[in-house]
């Protein structure tokens, strides 16, 4: 018998949310997001049910992000409503779960990257663990950080969420709690027990006492370079800054960018440095850079190279940061129909 891709049951005082492909790392598929907001919004009125709690099943961690190769294949096929149809509905989740009334508890344990984020950093309590690895990983597939990561990222400490979204660098459990991307820090080896005391406790009072002592956040002790160099207001600017720096983290991180999507990188810069109001701004500007993105950016080319013909050697169009003008950057950002209605 096939196994379902969600796991939905009610623990003490607690619904329970758990991802379970583990085999695909839990990436979210559509099924998977439509049976979450069937779940939210079924217990968003039940009494007895007191908090809601996202986890993972396997050992490898919580979500790798959303089943980008069916996003691939149905786009190349020239099928744009899965994604469409996809990201209008994640994103309607991801605001769900920001403004839920009870408490939303992410276990972010091991890898937490890109809808991983959506599903847990919106919420009211998020845990991370030794384990974790976070990130929004998108423009190394010719991407733009969406599920709300762009209004994340963006209110991170001086230029850190710039870096993040900019080299698709994952992080860990101390630097998510620096970059307020999470709350609490608890031992990995407990998590089973946080969960059983979640069930027949006050939130707040169970996280506390499961309290672990946090490591220093590496991000921290680079903010100097970081935020010297990512305050420039362009792509181009931001990698002479990094090229000019002492550091050798610096310089590294420069070539590393000079590999990735020249229209994700001017877009994702753009998209960071917009006004947003609110979690839902944010989520609507990302739904038309995602499609666009499908239309007439590199994300098809992206995901093929790095995951269906897997030969790590994407043929970027425009090649060139150079050949990225405004005029193609502004294309990402124009109102379509279609776009979901978040609440």
């Given at each position: 018998?096939?196994?379902?891709?969600?796991?939905?049951?009610?623990?003490?005082?607690?619904?329970?949310?758990?991802?379970?492909?583990?085999?695909?790392?839990?990436?979210?598929?559509?099924?998977?997001?439509?049976?979450?907001m069937?779940?939210?919004?079924?217990?968003?009125?039940?009494?007895h049910?007191?908090?809601?709690?996202?986890?993972?099943?396997?050992?490898?961690?919580?979500?790798?992000?959303?089943?980008?190769?069916?996003?691939?294949?149905?786009?190349?096929?020239?099928?744009?409503?899965?994604?469409?149809?996809?990201?209008?509905?994640?994103y309607?989740?991801?605001?769900?779960?920001?403004?839920?009334?009870?408490?939303v508890?992410g276990?972010?344990?091991?890898?937490?990257?890109?809808?991983g984020?959506?599903?847990?950093?919106?919420?009211?309590h998020?845990?991370?663990?030794e384990?974790?690895?976070?990130g929004?990983?998108?423009?190394?597939?010719?991407?733009?950080?969406?599920?709300g990561?762009?209004?994340?990222?963006?209110?991170?400490?001086?230029?850190?969420?710039?870096?993040?979204?900019?080299?698709?660098?994952?992080?860990?459990?101390?630097?998510?709690?620096?970059?307020?991307?999470?709350?609490?820090?608890v031992?990995?080896?407990n998590?089973?027990?946080?969960?059983?005391?979640?069930?027949?406790?006050?939130?707040?009072?169970?996280?506390?006492?499961?309290?672990?002592?946090?490591?220093?956040?590496?991000l921290?002790?680079?903010?100097?370079?970081?935020?010297?160099?990512?305050?420039?207001?362009?792509?181009?600017?931001?990698?002479r800054?990094?090229r000019?720096?002492?550091?050798?983290?610096?310089?590294?991180?420069?070539?590393?960018?000079?590999?990735?999507?020249?229209?994700?990188?001017?877009?994702?810069?753009?998209?960071?440095?917009?006004?947003?109001?609110?979690?839902?701004?944010a989520?609507?500007?990302?739904?038309?850079?995602?499609?666009?993105?499908?239309?007439?950016?590199?994300?098809?080319?992206?995901?093929?190279?790095?995951?269906?013909?897997?030969?790590?050697?994407?043929?970027?169009?425009?090649?060139?940061l150079?050949d990225?003008?405004?005029?193609?950057?502004?294309?990402?950002?124009?109102?379509?129909?279609?776009?979901?209605?978040?609440?």
């Open positions: 018998m096939t196994e379902p891709e969600i796991l939905l049951r009610e623990q003490g005082s607690l619904g329970r949310i758990t991802l379970n492909r583990p085999k695909a790392l839990n990436s979210l598929t559509l099924g998977m997001v439509r049976e979450m069937r779940a939210v919004q079924q217990w968003r009125t039940a009494e049910v007191q908090a809601i709690l996202i986890d993972g099943a396997g050992e490898r961690g919580l979500c790798a992000g959303g089943d980008v190769r069916a996003l691939h294949d149905a786009a190349k096929a020239g099928d744009e409503s899965l994604p469409a149809t996809f990201w209008s509905e994640e309607q989740l991801n605001s769900a779960l920001a403004r839920y009334p009870k408490p508890i276990i972010m344990d091991g890898i937490c990257m890109g809808g984020v959506g599903i847990t950093a919106h919420g009211s998020r845990v991370v663990t384990r974790s690895k976070i929004m990983p998108e423009v190394g597939i010719g991407f733009v950080p969406d599920v990561g762009t209004y994340l990222l963006s209110r991170t400490p001086g230029e850190l969420g710039t870096h993040l979204a900019l080299t698709g660098a994952s992080i860990g459990g101390a630097d998510a709690l620096h970059c307020g991307l999470a709350d609490h820090y031992d990995s080896g998590l089973a027990e946080l969960v059983e005391a979640l069930a027949g406790g006050e939130v707040d009072d169970v996280l506390r006492k499961f309290a672990a002592p946090v490591p220093a956040a590496p921290a002790a680079q903010q100097e370079w970081i935020d010297a160099a990512y305050s420039a207001g362009t792509v181009e600017e931001i990698l800054r990094l000019e720096r002492p550091e050798e983290a610096a310089r590294e991180t420069a070539e590393l960018i000079t590999r990735l999507s020249p229209t994700a990188l001017k877009v994702t810069l753009r998209s960071l440095r917009s006004d947003f109001d609110s979690l839902e701004q989520l609507t500007q990302e739904f038309r850079v995602s499609m666009a993105c499908v239309r007439i950016g590199d994300f098809v080319e992206g995901v093929r190279a790095a995951l269906v013909d897997k030969d790590r050697n994407p043929q970027w169009s425009p090649s060139q150079s990225v003008d405004e005029s193609r950057v502004e294309k990402f950002f124009a109102p379509i129909a279609g776009e979901p209605n978040l609440v």
